[in-house]
């Protein structure tokens, strides 16, 4: 099976061709354009995606060694996102996949995340909980199998990567802010600062990042001078804490065999690290399998064997739950 997958449900845009033995794969970074707003503007992000993605596709065949014929259908993110940047994806990808008369499969971006770790290995254990964590989505989800999934916990209002954004640029940084309060931290104090961990005692899976943002806000402004270093170890060890604590009592409840993290906070070192210590086989995708990238929609495209699939009779849905409520 030779899947052409396509990505490009916000800032990056993606392109991925998976066989059974190879993976091409390409990401076109809008970082630099962002970082001039201090965040994404949906319209300047889709016009950055009809620039590059003719010319990605064309770029992964070719690299991939493969011909167009040698396709078999198409994956592409439908939903959620932003609607102007996912219309891109999903427009190209009915187009080619009508010129080139082969099905093409609507793939729901959290579903990506998750798949991510099926890139490299085949040999997941089930049930699991999946713990996704990005710019727009903190999600946990029992996966008692491949594709089934019940949510059990989202947040109420901030994503986890929303709240590193958000903080970031509190404090001066860029955009994205995850990977700047991240490199900060390394050189700091986790435990200068003690910022609240919302929710943390509640005895649902759900969580809560807006209060440590604005307590982040509220400190920075009455003690300008504090050690960034630190600000950033201690905002960072809240948000770390928060989300590891609520992820192991899932997988003990949930008597999960595994836990499967993606989203662009699972390529966070002390995430990673914090989450190690568990009683069921950690999958955390590598760094450049965690942000967004078309690579984990077509593993996604695995789950929904489908041979009699409908061509392309599907929309953009910027607002696609996995599983709704
Ligand atoms: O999954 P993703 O690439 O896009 C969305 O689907 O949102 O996630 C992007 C988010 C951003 O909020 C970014 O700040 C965060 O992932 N992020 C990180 C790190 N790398 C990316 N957060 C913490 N630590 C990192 N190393
Ligand atoms: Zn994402």
């Known amino acids: 099976m030779n899947i052409l ?26 970082i630099d354009v962002h970082r001039i707003t201090g965040g994404i503007v949906p319209e300047v992000a889709a016009r950055e995606h009809v620039q590059v993605i003719t010319p990605l596709v064309e770029e992964v065949i070719t690299q991939s060694g493969l011909t167009q014929k040698d396709i078999d259908r198409i994956a592409v993110t439908s939903g959620p996102g932003l609607i102007t940047s996912l219309m891109v994806g999903v427009e190209t990808a009915r187009t080619l996949g009508f010129t080139w008369n082969i099905p093409v499969f609507p793939i729901n971006h959290i579903e990506g995340h998750i798949a991510a770790n099926f890139l490299e290995n085949d040999d997941i254990e089930f049930p699991a909980v999946a713990l996704v964590v990005s710019g727009g989505h903190t999600e946990l989800l029992y996966v008692p199998e491949p594709g089934t999934y019940e949510l059990i916990g989202a947040t109420r209002d901030d994503a986890a990567g929303e709240c590193f954004d958000k903080c970031a640029r509190i404090l001066g940084l860029q955009y994205p802010g995850g990977p700047e309060i991240s490199r900060e931290a390394k050189a700091g104090n986790a435990q200068a600062y003690d910022f609240p961990r919302p929710m943390i005692d509640s005895k649902n899976y759900d969580f809560s990042f807006s209060g440590l943002k604005t307590a982040v806000l509220y400190f920075h402004r009455d003690n300008p001078n504090a050690p960034l270093v630190d600000v950033c170890a201690s905002a960072e060890a809240a948000i770390a804490e928060v989300l590891v604590f609520k992820t192991k009592r899932a997988v003990k409840e949930y008597k999960a065999k595994s836990l499967l993290v993606g989203g662009g906070v699972a390529a966070n070192q002390l995430l990673r690290t914090k989450l190690a210590e568990l009683d069921a086989s950690l999958y955390i995708p590598e760094p450049e399998y965690c942000t967004d990238n078309a690579a984990m929609i077509a593993a996604a495209c695995k789950f929904h064997d489908e041979p009699n699939a409908e061509l392309f009779d599907f929309k953009a849905d910027p607002n696609w739950e996995l599983t709704p409520r």
């Open 5 to 30: 997958s396509i990505e490009t449900s916000c800032d990056e845009t993606s392109v991925a061709l998976l066989t059974d033995t190879a993976l091409t794969h390409l990401t076109a970074s809008q």
